[in-house]
């Protein structure tokens, strides 16, 4: 069974791919970052005029991150506690690692996925952090 899932909560992808894909048992996220539905606007980021980043808010995004990724496993039939891995990608480690850690604690405090942490030059958006993750259905 291979089935595609939207969910109507989380930020429309900016690409060709669903939020989740459903294979047997597990379920696939694509990368879900910080961006909120129906919206350019992104929790936490302060734009220059020429669209690049200006200031951003690390902490904010990684709640909005979370609810992003809390709205797809829920619209997809699965739920929090069954994710089983994290890849998390930072733009800039030094600074936001430590924030980053410390919410990741918070929400992962009863349920502790396999987790890589990653940083790369930038992401498709401009946003500071994406997670990718599998669960179970």
Known sequence: MNQEFESSKAPEP???YPHARKVGDLLFLSGVGPRERGTKKIPGVELNEDGSIASYDIEAQCHSVFRNIKYILEDSGSSWDKIIDVTVFL?????????YNKIYAEYFKDNRPCRTTVEINCLPTP???????????
């Open 127 to 137: 946003i500071a952090i994406e997670l990718k993750v599998i669960a179970t259905v």
């Open 91 to 99: 733009t800039n480690m030094k600074d936001d690692f430590k924030i």
């Open 14 to 16: 900016v690409g060709l």
